[in-house]
């Protein structure tokens, strides 16, 4: 099912951008693709007042080249794609601002059904009169009309009757109202329903403003179901006007870069009668990001989340970055949520396997989406023993805010370092450079070395600290550097917004890592797909674009092992953030819980002899207290890991450091 979804977007896409140059006319766009629809299903349209209209606007050589193209690619002219078409001709700039994003037919049909059987679990009755939805951001109406099809099938009722009575929407954009309007006369008629006139319940206005849709309606009790897909739009790119009023109006909006489907959510909880139920598609972000913070504390005091069906790192919209999930809510107070992560962006299962987060367990600092299967396995990685970020130092990497600017390639001339630039070429000198490397390309430890190049660093050590290296001593002891620096100081003024640099205006733009990050150490991208802990020895080296573990707590090589170790893995998917194609992140956040067991010095040489990943594994599930047969899970995961059949590296027994060898310190 998958793979033909993807098909049939790829087939889409390439027919979208053919159509353009068809289409090309705004005003003309909505009557042909209406009359092309009417004669690609060769519907007898006889009555309906509004599709009679719409033919007749339609220029006929448009109609017909629109055919031949729609004939061309093989594709069938169906309300998603109309509603594609359509949206395909507003400036991408335009749907970006207005955070326009085209909800996949499989999500529309998820979402639909889902409502409607919640609803009746809650004691709706979605074929009672009285039940009715609303899409309080409707757009094309891809809800409504996914909604429309759920709702006759569930009553038998007349089409016309549905969209007069049942279906209720809003858009800030009278041009999505009136494609919203057209395609549920079209399905109307595609129902076999050719009513003269039909009556919408659809209003142009800002669902955001404070008021009351249900009231504006005339719907006493509230609606049956929300449903959507509200917009994405963060509210810095809104105008001061409306920044004011949606931080007056709505609790989860009063601070913070808060994202327009935040109160969306909050609105649409209010909008629902007692037995209704909200379902939206949203970013997965407000579980985890600060500007979602009040967004959290509001549903898990309440309690109104049912269920979250988790797109995780898989993609739903075609070419949008967003990572999304189905949300639904009610104004029941629940002890818990359902939660699962799926296993694709394709279609959405009937009856999703879904696990239970107890709310007792939400933070409203972050939502650590773990259910009562994984949790007792990630509470004994979190408690046995001693958590990674009290025994060790984890480390964040230099930030100059202008990488390019700082680094060097390595190239030598007469023992100086050669950076060329669009203003001449340059001469380093060796005092002021650094070796670095680049955490983020690491991926065996020989890249290290092999990776290594030079950054400029203009800092020097004073009292066991970093200091900027005072502007009148650079340019006298360092001038190749410092005329370079010159060069190239409006770019430099632009790093952070054009704020002033605090310290300099060469320095770096953060001071994070400045003086810390040398000394041996372990260091890993901030993305990985799997943990990739690497040995760094050389204590001259820096790094950025990744984090470091330095520690005197531990061997740093039996830390390793343990730290790329599946329990390590198993332990990041669960509760770390998602990215594209499945890396997660290994940010201090994210790993500083992982506790490492207390080690007598035979089980350090144990961990560092073995080679055997099965033989590692369980000596860790036993200082866990982690049995396999009663964790199920775990078990899964272990059996799936690509690391249980590899062989691991074997080390000695560490000699006592030399004092000064493994010391964090440069000058």
Request: aromatic content about 8%.
């Amino acid at each position: 099912m998958a793979t033909q979804l993807m098909t049939t977007a790829a087939n889409d896409l390439r027919l979208l951008r053919s159509a353009r140059a068809i289409l090309a006319d705004p005003n003309g766009i909505a009557p042909a693709l209406a009359r092309a629809f009417l004669e690609e299903r060769r519907l007898i349209l006889v009555s309906n007042q509004r599709l009679l209209d719409a033919a007749d606007q339609a220029d006929a050589g448009v109609v017909a080249d629109l055919r031949r193209k729609i004939a061309e690619h093989d594709a069938e002219l169906s309300f998603d794609l109309i509603q594609h078409l359509l949206g395909a001709q507003q400036p991408s700039a335009r749907r970006k601002g207005r955070g326009v994003v085209y909800t996949p037919r499989h999500v529309v049909e998820a979402v639909c059904a889902r409502v409607v059987k919640l609803s009746r679990d809650a004691g709706g009755d979605p074929a009672s009169p009285g039940w009715k939805a609303l899409d309080p951001a409707m757009g094309a109406g891809a809800f409504l009309l996914g909604m429309a099809e759920f709702l006759r099938r569930e009553t038998g009722a007349r089409p016309s009757d549905i969209i007069e009575r049942r279906l209720y929407g809003a858009d800030i954009s009278s041009k999505s109202v009136e494609t919203a309007e057209l395609l549920l006369n079209l399905w109307a008629l595609d129902s076999g329903d050719d009513a003269s006139r039909i009556s919408t319940n659809l209003r142009v206005g800002n669902s955001l403003d404070g008021s009351a849709l249900h009231d504006e309606f005339g719907v006493e009790d509230g609606f049956g179901a929300v449903i959507g897909n509200p917009p994405y739009v963060r509210i810095q790119n809104m105008d001061t006007e409306a920044r004011r009023q949606i931080r007056e109006t709505w609790r989860c909006a009063t601070n913070g870069s808060v994202d327009l489907y935040m109160p969306f959510i909050e609105m649409a909880l209010r909008e629902i009668r007692d037995t209704g139920v909200v379902g939206y598609i949203v970013p997965n972000t407000f579980t985890h990001t600060r500007a979602g913070q009040a967004l959290r504390e509001l549903l898990t005091r309440s309690g109104t989340v049912s269920e979250m069906y988790d797109f995780d790192h898989h993609p739903v919209f075609r070419g949008v970055a967003t990572y999304a999930c189905l949300l639904y809510l009610s104004r029941e107070r629940r002890s818990h949520l359902k939660y699962t992560r799926a296993s694709s962006g394709g279609a959405v299962p009937a009856e999703p396997q879904y696990g239970l987060i107890p709310y007792a367990r939400l933070n409203s600092d972050r939502w650590e989406l773990v259910t009562d299967e994984a949790h007792p396995v990630v509470h004994a990685l979190e408690s046995t023993g001693r958590p990674l970020g009290s025994m060790a130092r984890i480390g964040v990497g230099l930030a100059t805010l202008a990488d390019a600017r700082y680094l060097l390639d390595g190239a030598q001339e007469d023992g100086l370092y050669v950076k060329e630039t669009d203003a001449g070429r340059f001469l380093i000198e060796p005092g002021i450079t650094q070796a670095i490397v680049k955490a983020s390309t690491l991926k065996t430890e020989p890249d290290i070395v092999r990776a290594r190049t030079r950054i400029l660093f203009p800092y020097h050590g004073a009292n066991g600290a970093a200091e900027i290296i005072p502007e009148r001593r650079l340019r006298r002891e360092f001038p190749g550097a410092y005329r370079y620096l010159e060069s190239v100081r409006d770019k430099l003024d632009a790093r952070d917004r054009g704020k002033p640099n605090p310290v300099a205006w060469y320095a770096f733009g953060r001071s994070q890592g400045i003086r810390s990050n040398f000394g041996r150490k372990l260091v890993t991208s901030g993305l990985n797909l799997a943990s990739n802990f690497l040995l760094c020895e050389d204590p001259s080296v820096t790094f950025y674009a990744g984090y470091c573990v330095q520690t005197d707590a531990e061997d740093l090589r039996v830390l390793q092992k343990i730290l790329n170790s599946p329990l390590m893995d198993f332990y990041i998917h669960h509760t770390s953030r998602s990215y594209q194609h499945g890396y997660k992140s290994y940010a201090k956040a994210y790993t500083r819980r992982f506790a490492i067991p207390h080690l007598r010095d035979s089980e350090r040489e144990f961990v560092l002899a073995v080679t055997d990943p099965c033989e590692l594994v369980s000596m860790l599930l036993g200082k866990h207290g982690l049995d396999l047969d009663a964790h199920a899970a775990l078990a899964r995961f272990l059996s799936e890991s690509p690391k249980m059949a590899t062989t691991l590296p074997a080390y000695e027994p560490a000699a006592a450091p030399d004092a000064g060898a493994s010391a964090s310190r440069l000058w």
